[in-house]
């Protein structure tokens, strides 16, 4: 089992950065990937950063790319969101899957980008 906690999210401006904290504890050496997923009001969930912990890459999606990137640092996963704009707004959420393809969510933390 795997526990994951996000911690860092806020109201900020747009143009302006945050930065995103997955604190990840239990058994963590099973895990092959982590990263995040964002959620607008009456949107789907979507994938915003994902790492494969044993390939060492990150995927994003274009929306994104070039303006969040995900630092790994043991258990902990961060994401550096720059050049934030309204349509950012989401609940992001911590992911991760183990070794037995088990997927785990944090329990989301609130982003509020204003125009």
């Known amino acids: 089992q795997v526990q994951l906690e996000e911690s860092g999210g806020g109201l900020v401006q747009a143009g302006g950065s945050l930065t995103l904290t997955c604190s990840a504890s239990?058994?963590?050496?099973?895990?092959?990937?982590m990263g995040w997923y964002h959620q607008a009001p009456g949107k789907e969930r979507e994938m915003v950063a994902l790492?494969?912990?044993?390939?060492?890459f990150t995927n994003y999606p274009d929306s994104v790319k070039g303006r969040f990137t995900l630092f790994r640092d043991n258990a902990n996963i961060y994401l550096q969101m720059n050049k934030l704009k309204p349509e950012d707004t989401a609940v992001y959420y911590c992911?991760?899957?183990?070794?037995?393809?088990?997927?785990?969510w944090g329990q989301g933390t609130q982003v509020t980008v204003s125009s």
């Open positions: 992911y991760a899957v183990d070794s037995s393809r088990t997927q785990y």
């Open positions: 239990g058994s963590i050496d099973s895990l092959m990937f």
């Open positions: 790492r494969s912990i044993r390939g060492g």
